[in-house]
């Protein structure tokens, strides 16, 4: 079965930029959307179609997606985006969410 | 404004059923697939089912197959998921979703979770 892989957690200094990487094999070749989720609440999308922003998303927050890698990138970093993130694609009628990665800013 | 709000969690016991539901306001909802997704206490996402927007197409994860029916009320907005033979495992928060129109599957609108806890 496909799966997803993240480092289990990223440090970043305020002001830094961020990158979480989500790797699959020939992941490249899907769809990748990315959530956030802060402590006892919802996730959020905040990345989908690999690149792409929801309404209401900071223009901090980016993606790219090739070869087996995928990667969140957050620029400036701030206190507000320490965070689990999570990285899910769709594989034969099957949706994969990657383990996460928290996000701590220090 | 999107809405979506579940109920019908609870304690229950190893072998037993729940059903839960979800309401849906805000949005044109026969248009969407709408998903069940879960998070043990502490632990990551994972997708359960997964049901078309005039409620007949419906895909489930492996965990679930068999045990797990998802189905819809488009005259009430409403999506449930009926859990049968739950084991320990299955305890976790569970979200009713809707996956974003578009190229890829991506989930933009999310419930606040119902708790299901199976224990003896």
């Known amino acids: 079965s496909y799966e997803l892989t993240q480092p289990p957690s990223v440090s970043v200094s305020p002001g830094q930029t961020a990158s979480i990487t989500c790797s699959g094999h020939k992941l490249g070749e899907k769809y990748i959307s990315w959530y956030q989720q802060k402590p006892g609440l919802s996730p959020v999308l905040v990345i989908y179609?690999?690149?792409k922003r929801p309404s209401g998303i900071p223009e901090r927050f980016s993606g790219s997606n090739s070869g087996n890698t995928a990667a969140l990138n957050i620029t400036e970093t701030q206190a507000m985006d320490e965070a689990d993130y999570f990285c899910?694609?769709?594989?034969?009628?099957?949706?994969?969410f990657g383990g996460g990665t928290r996000l701590s800013v220090l | 404004e999107v809405s979506l709000v579940e109920s019908g969690g609870g304690l229950v016991q190893p072998g037993g059923s729940l059903r839960l539901s979800c309401e849906v306001s805000?949005?044109?909802?026969?248009?969407?697939?709408m998903y069940w997704v879960r998070q043990a206490p502490g632990k990551g996402l994972a997708w359960a089912a997964r049901i078309s927007g005039d409620g007949s197409a419906t895909t489930y994860a492996d965990s679930v197959k068999g045990r797990f029916t998802i189905s819809r009320d488009n005259t009430k907005n409403m999506v449930y998921l009926q859990m049968n033979s739950l084991r320990g495992d299955d305890t976790a928060l569970y979200y009713c979703?809707?996956?974003?129109?578009?190229?890829?599957?991506?989930?933009?609108?999310w419930g606040q979770g119902t708790l299901v806890t199976v224990s003896s």
């Open positions: 899910q694609t769709w594989d034969t009628n099957t949706m994969i």
């Open positions: 979703v809707r996956e974003r129109p578009g190229r890829g599957v991506a989930l933009d609108y």
């Open positions: 179609e690999d690149t």
């Open positions: 805000g949005l044109i909802f026969s248009r969407y697939w």
